[in-house]
C-alpha cells in the first residue's frame, strides 16, 4: 500500500474519530424554547417573542423603513432595530400590546376556565395579519 493511501486512511479515521467525540444529541422542545433552555419567566418571554413577531409582520408587510416604524411608535431606530433583533426583555407586556395597537391592530383579551386540569395557560391568538 503507498504511503499517501496510508496516510489518507489514518486521517479519515482520525476524522471519523474526531466526529463521534462531537456528537451532538438533538433533544425534542417542549413547546417552550425559553423553558427548555431553563429561563426565569420562560412563558412570559414566549408571549412577548410571539407579540414582536406579529410586529415584524406588520412592518414588513407595510413595507416600513424603520426610521418609519419607530416614529409610529414613538420609539428610535435603534429602538425597533433592538426590538426586532430579539431585545425585548425590557419591554414589558403592556407595552407590546400598545405598539400592536399604534400599528392598527385591535387588542382582546379573553379569561376563560382552563381546557385541562392541569392548569390556566395564556396563549396568543389571532387571525392572519393583514
Do not use: W
Not at 466526529?19 to 413547546?31: N, Y
Not at 414582536?52 to 409610529?72: F, G, H, M, S
Request: proline residues 2%.
Amino acid at each position: 500500500m503507498g504511503f499517501a493511501i496510508y496516510q489518507a486512511q489514518i486521517g479519515l479515521k482520525m476524522e471519523t474519530e474526531i466526529m463521534t467525540e462531537h456528537e451532538q444529541t438533538i433533544e425534542r422542545s417542549g413547546g417552550n424554547v425559553f423553558a427548555d433552555l431553563g429561563h426565569p419567566d420562560a412563558d412570559t418571554h414566549l408571549i412577548k417573542a410571539e407579540l414582536v413577531c406579529r410586529i415584524d409582520t406588520i412592518i414588513r408587510q407595510r413595507k416600513l423603513t424603520q426610521t418609519e416604524a419607530a416614529r409610529l411608535l414613538g420609539l428610535s431606530q435603534p429602538d425597533i432595530s433592538r426590538l426586532l433583533r430579539g431585545n425585548f426583555r425590557e419591554y414589558s407586556l403592556e407595552r407590546l400590546l400598545r405598539l400592536l395597537a399604534a400599528l392598527g391592530r385591535d387588542i382582546d383579551i379573553v379569561v376563560r376556565g382552563p381546557r385541562s386540569d392541569s392548569g390556566g395557560a395564556v396563549r396568543i391568538a389571532g387571525s392572519q395579519i393583514a
